[in-house]
């Protein structure tokens, strides 16, 4: 069955038209968004949209955005997976799957090391077929707006104006670079995800801007995102405490009685300064936009990971050369880390060696890697050797994905 990708603005029109009346019933916005999609967003390249046609026509689509995403000190190329979708007079023909198959290996090829996604719960059976696990566990936070009444800010707050992009991004890139699983934003990103969410605003009034800005003079200090009530995402400098306070003022003012953050996570630095204060905490196996993630080459991923491998090694104090030994669905991989393995070869012959085998498969070894998960928390991992380097290469975190980041949910 022959995969194609779409060709010329009449292809990029009838693609949006089939994709929004997926997303009934705001059919026209939908198709605002989708033309906007394929003509604006800098992510999109016409050959990453994996097509199928029929009689003429395209019945089957499933499109690739090529991201940038951290894992710590760890720089790695991701394609976000958007617009699964089939015509309903084809759905049942297994086109979708197809789809999907040729836009994994388009991935691969292109050299892209990981894919993530978003999707309904009733959807996640689809992509767990195709080697997707979920990937961001949802964190929630919640403070008594009385308990900051006392807070007072002398910033000054605007909407947001294209000209801030660059300013904001930066903004954005500092505070969410603790953030495992954290897409790297430049201007031109960060001003196109702006123009999304003031599409999917729920009402006219909210396309005056669903971001405000912060800033003493003319210099940005913090931003917002907000649609109608709901808090979506927020950045300041770490360790701006002037900053942290203008947006709980702020946020104090718009959100009745109780503030609720679910969309920053503990690596965050309004959610560690939002602690200062009475709260309650909410966690576990529920996950975040129905995130999902999966790692396309494992040998890939593993040398692109190496440095955070190493950093997280020595962060925790490990001098030994640590030997791990990972076995990922039935493929070896060996990596040497730590301090000890830089040092002359007269000192290291007298190293001491630590060692641990992982026995996993892909999904695993991706919520290991991102902290989704401790390797002691999933069933399948087998282990075997030095406790020690487990825990140091394999720490509980708290990985996020920002909203802004977020393509259109898989159909």
Same mark, same amino acid.
């Given at each position: 069955?022959?995969?194609?990708?779409?060709?010329?603005?009449?292809?990029?029109? &009838?693609?949006? &038209?089939?994709? =929004?009346?997926?997303?009934?019933?705001?059919?026209?916005?939908?198709?605002?968004?989708?033309?906007?999609? /394929?003509?604006?967003?800098?992510?999109?390249?016409? &050959?990453?949209?994996?097509?199928?046609?029929?009689?003429?026509?395209?019945?089957?689509?499933? =499109?690739?955005?090529?991201?940038?995403?951290?894992?710590?000190?760890?720089?790695?190329?991701?394609?976000?997976?958007?617009? $699964?979708?089939?015509?309903?007079? /084809?759905?049942?023909?297994?086109?979708?799957?197809?789809?999907?198959?040729?836009?994994?290996?388009?991935?691969?090829?292109?050299?892209?090391?990981?894919?993530?996604?978003?999707?309904?719960?009733?959807?996640?059976?689809?992509?767990?077929?195709?080697?997707?696990?979920?990937?961001?566990? +949802?964190?929630?936070?919640?403070? +008594?707006?009385?308990?900051?009444?006392?807070?007072?800010?002398?910033?000054? $707050?605007?909407?947001?104006?294209?000209?801030?992009?660059?300013?904001?991004?930066?903004?954005?890139?500092?505070?969410?670079?603790?953030?495992?699983?954290?897409?790297?934003?430049?201007?031109?990103?960060?001003?196109?995800?702006?123009?999304?969410?003031?599409?999917?605003?729920?009402? #006219?009034?909210?396309?005056?801007?669903?971001?405000?800005?912060?800033?003493?003079?003319?210099?940005?200090?913090?931003?917002?995102?907000?649609?109608?009530?709901?808090?979506?995402?927020?950045?300041?400098?770490?360790?701006?405490?002037?900053?942290?306070?203008?947006?709980?003022?702020?946020?104090?003012?718009?959100?009745?009685?109780?503030?609720?953050?679910?969309?920053?996570?503990?690596?965050?630095?309004?959610?560690?300064? =939002?602690?200062?204060?009475?709260?309650?905490?909410?966690?576990?196996?529920?996950?975040?936009?129905?995130?999902?993630?999966?790692?396309?080459?494992? #040998?890939?991923?593993?040398?692109?990971?190496?440095?955070?491998?190493?950093?997280?090694?020595?962060?925790?104090?490990? &001098?030994?050369?640590?030997?791990?030994?990972?076995?990922?669905?039935?493929?070896?991989?060996?990596?040497?880390?730590?301090?000890?393995?830089?040092?002359?070869?007269?000192?290291?012959?007298?190293?001491?060696?630590?060692?641990?085998?992982?026995?996993?498969?892909?999904?695993?070894?991706?919520?290991?890697?991102?902290?989704?998960?401790?390797?002691?928390?999933?069933?399948? $991992?087998?282990?075997?050797?030095?406790?020690?380097?487990?825990?140091?290469?394999?720490?509980?975190?708290?990985?996020?994905?920002?909203?802004?980041?977020?393509? $259109?949910?898989?159909?």
């Amino acid at each position: 069955m022959r995969t194609d990708h779409p060709r010329g603005k009449k292809e990029f029109a &009838e693609l949006s &038209e089939m994709l =929004s009346r997926s997303f009934v019933p705001s059919y026209e916005d939908w198709r605002e968004l989708f033309r906007r999609d /394929y003509t604006l967003d800098p992510a999109f390249r016409p &050959e990453f949209s994996r097509v199928i046609r029929r009689k003429g026509r395209i019945v089957a689509n499933v =499109s690739i955005l090529e991201k940038t995403v951290r894992i710590g000190r760890a720089v790695l190329r991701m394609g976000g997976i958007g617009a $699964v979708t089939c015509a309903q007079e /084809y759905r049942g023909k297994n086109l979708s799957s197809v789809c999907m198959e040729d836009a994994l290996e388009t991935m691969r090829r292109n050299g892209m090391v990981l894919s993530f996604l978003c999707c309904s719960s009733a959807l996640n059976g689809f992509y767990t077929r195709f080697g997707y696990t979920e990937t961001w566990p +949802e964190h929630v936070l919640k403070l +008594e707006t009385r308990h900051l009444a006392k807070l007072q800010s002398t910033l000054r $707050v605007r909407p947001y104006k294209a000209s801030d992009a660059a300013a904001l991004a930066n903004l954005y890139n500092t505070a969410a670079a603790a953030t495992s699983g954290s897409v790297i934003r430049d201007a031109q990103r960060f001003h196109y995800g702006i123009l999304r969410e003031n599409l999917l605003a729920p009402s #006219k009034a909210d396309l005056q801007g669903c971001v405000h800005v912060f800033r003493t003079g003319r210099l940005p200090r913090a931003y917002v995102v907000m649609r109608a009530d709901e808090f979506l995402e927020a950045a300041f400098l770490p360790g701006d405490h002037e900053a942290a306070v203008a947006v709980l003022v702020w946020l104090r003012e718009r959100c009745g009685q109780e503030l609720t953050l679910k969309h920053v996570g503990p690596a965050h630095p309004l959610w560690k300064f =939002s602690r200062r204060f009475p709260h309650t905490l909410q966690g576990g196996m529920r996950w975040s936009y129905g995130g999902m993630g999966r790692i396309l080459d494992v #040998k890939a991923f593993l040398y692109a990971l190496q440095p955070e491998l190493e950093a997280r090694i020595n962060s925790e104090g490990v &001098e030994s050369e640590g030997h791990l030994h990972l076995i990922v669905d039935g493929q070896e991989h060996s990596l040497i880390l730590g301090r000890a393995h830089h040092t002359s070869l007269m000192i290291s012959t007298h190293r001491h060696i630590l060692a641990a085998r992982v026995e996993c498969t892909q999904q695993a070894l991706l919520q290991m890697a991102l902290g989704t998960l401790s390797y002691a928390d999933i069933p399948s $991992v087998q282990v075997s050797g030095d406790k020690a380097l487990l825990k140091a290469v394999f720490p509980e975190a708290a990985p996020c994905l920002y909203r802004l980041d977020i393509t $259109v949910q898989s159909t």
